[in-house]
């Protein structure tokens, strides 16, 4: 049976090895086929990083793509069933690095747009990809900054489809039209190394930070809210004492992460957090880094327009989730766009053995492009 366009493409992308936040020529694989349908490319290089920005037509609405082609590291090849890099299909399924994360999606966003200009070549409004090699990494160079240099030039994103993988159990059973926000923390507790024979002469910083731990773990933050679960504390690394047996340590250090939902504030976690260190009698210092801010998106015109191509294309209505981890979505709502994300199953991936239905990739793009319909006719 002959490979379809989507599939042919997924498999040029998964052949690149762009582990974050290389992209290793995918881009311009991309670029190569959007050009040919007349879209105008801005490549943005920004530390080190690759991004372009393609479009096509000024007018409005203007409806955005939104991915990226870098990937995690494969982890432990010998672990893996086939190369990860050298794509293979085995039972129906496409096995390798990106398949799910998203390089199908990225696959289905150019042949979708190929289907839907080759029926309507004179459509309203504009359509535009924004992709970056930046968003498995620390995404300070990718899609945040494109957001900048979009606003710089005036450009204004009405409608924005990111490729994330958001399915649950089924394809199709899950678009996502929000994120909870990431808030981390490093705290060093100051102590004073000594004896373990006599702590009298030192401060275990362990033993101090110890109350505080307890409260900030059995502390509620908010209740949630509809769209979001309550907002969860997790400490990530936690580390102390010089590795022998009779020396109490001098300091310890510990990492922590919040997932906070729209019922609290960044401002709020901080200050009740150094409130209860404070209460503790602690010496620290604390260090904040916000990855991102939550965002929810109303139900609108892209909402209606995605929910109707998933039932048009799969026969199946999709539930709506603010689950899981951040996405670059948080980057683009904040300017105002309506903003969900849709892909394949999410069960796979940063996993060994990553992989996609191969029947999933032309679905997914045929949602893709009924959604412009929808939008743009």
């Not at 372009?52 to 893996?80: C, I, K, S």
């Not at 394809?171 to 490093?186: A, C, E, P, Y």
């Not at 992460?257 to 209460?279: C, H, I, P, W």
């Not at 060994?352 to 893709?368: G, M, R």
């Amino acid at each position: 049976m002959p490979m379809s366009e989507t599939l042919k493409l997924a498999m040029q992308l998964m052949e690149r090895p762009s582990v974050t936040p290389r992209d290793e020529g995918c881009q311009q694989l991309l670029i190569g086929r959007l050009e040919r349908l007349g879209f105008q490319i801005e490549r943005l290089h920004f530390g080190g990083v690759d991004n372009f920005w393609a479009q096509r037509g000024d007018a409005r609405p203007l409806v955005a793509f939104a991915g990226h082609t870098d990937v995690v590291p494969p982890g432990p090849r010998e672990q893996w069933t086939s190369d990860p890099f050298r794509p293979q299909i085995r039972d129906g399924l496409l096995y390798g690095r990106g398949a799910a994360d998203m390089k199908g999606s990225l696959a289905a966003f150019v042949t979708a747009i190929e289907a839907f200009l080759g029926r309507h070549p004179q459509h309203a409004g504009a359509i535009a990809l924004l992709i970056t090699s930046d968003e498995e990494g620390p995404a300070v160079d990718g899609t945040v900054r494109v957001m900048e240099w979009l606003k710089a030039e005036s450009r204004i994103i009405d409608y924005c489809v990111v490729g994330e993988p958001s399915c649950q159990t089924q394809f199709g059973d899950t678009i996502k039209i929000g994120r909870r926000g990431s808030l981390n923390g490093q705290i060093t507790v100051h102590g004073v190394q000594g004896h373990i024979a006599y702590p009298q002469t030192g401060h275990n910083p362990i033993h101090e930070f110890a109350p505080a731990l307890s409260t900030l773990v059995r502390t509620e933050w908010d209740k949630g809210n509809r769209h979001f679960p309550p907002t969860s504390f997790q400490i990530s690394n936690i580390h102390a004492g010089t590795g022998a047996e009779n020396v109490t340590p001098g300091q310890l250090t510990a990492q922590f992460n919040f997932r906070f939902s729209t019922a609290v504030t960044e401002e709020e976690l901080r200050r009740r957090v150094e409130e209860v260190l404070r209460s503790c009698g602690l010496r620290y210092d604390l260090v904040w880094r916000l990855s991102g801010q939550p965002f929810l998106t109303a139900h609108g015109r892209l909402l209606e327009a995605l929910r109707l191509a998933v039932r048009e294309t799969l026969g199946m209505e999709p539930s709506l989730s603010t689950a899981g981890g951040t996405s670059d979505g948080r980057f683009i709502a904040p300017t105002g766009a309506e903003v969900a994300e849709f892909g394949p199953l999410n069960h796979s991936i940063h996993r060994i053995d990553e992989c996609i239905a191969v029947a999933d990739l032309d679905l997914l793009a045929q949602v893709y492009a009924r959604t412009l319909e929808h939008l743009l006719t």
